[in-house]
């Protein structure tokens, strides 16, 4: 495993749960499912041509909120608001393009990256320095879970210092290890 990856994207698209109570609400799901299926795959194209390393990407499509009274809509168009992207919980903006008023709304989603990383073998102290017996590899686990990326390459993480405490089973990411401090204050 080599290096720090920061993925964004998306392979298969597992959908849950409706829209609204409105006239043209399956095609509003209908639509924003074809529009994340369709953005996740040319992500995915993308991220594959420069990665050794592909993910096995699922996303969760959740429920607007069930007390939204929104008018009619002949064209709501779906779209990622800006500053956010397609990782871990996150929100697609709906707009309404054709309709007698206009509206936006964000609709809940939550994308899980899965894909091979390294986990700690037992817990490490904070300030503690990581040891090849501490760690393991495993076949899956979500990188999305948090934003810090995922640590792929042993020489990242073996001597680093813990910056906290580490648990069993935790994957390790970036923000969770320093360099081991060379030379001492005042010598």
């Not at 939204?68 to 707009?95: D, F, H, I, N, Q």
């Not at 320095?129 to 990188?143: K, L, P, R």
């Not at 640590?151 to 210092?161: C, F, M, S």
Request: net charge positive; aromatic share 6%.
């Amino acid at each position: 495993m080599g290096g720090m990856l920061h993925a964004q994207t998306v392979t298969s698209v597992s959908y849950q749960a409706p829209l609204v109570a409105a006239p043209s609400e399956p095609e509003w799901l209908g639509n924003t499912q074809r529009w994340l299926h369709k953005t996740v795959t040319t992500v995915q194209a993308q991220m594959n041509a420069d990665s050794p390393h592909p993910l096995r990407m699922e996303v969760t499509i959740g429920q607007l909120d069930s007390r939204l009274k929104l008018a009619p809509c002949a064209t709501v168009e779906p779209y990622m608001p800006p500053g956010s992207r397609l990782w871990g919980s996150t929100r697609v903006a709906l707009r309404c393009m054709d309709g007698p008023v206009r509206w936006n709304v964000f609709l809940p989603v939550k994308v899980k990256a899965w894909g091979k990383a390294w986990v700690m073998r037992r817990d490490v102290m904070s300030g503690t320095a990581i040891a090849a017996s501490d760690m393991m590899e495993v076949q899956e686990v979500d990188w999305a879970e948090e934003q810090s990326p995922v640590v792929l390459d042993a020489n990242q993480w073996l001597g680093q210092i813990a910056t906290r405490n580490l648990s069993t089973g935790q994957t390790l990411r970036q923000n969770m290890v320093r360099p081991a401090q060379v030379f001492q204050a005042g010598t």
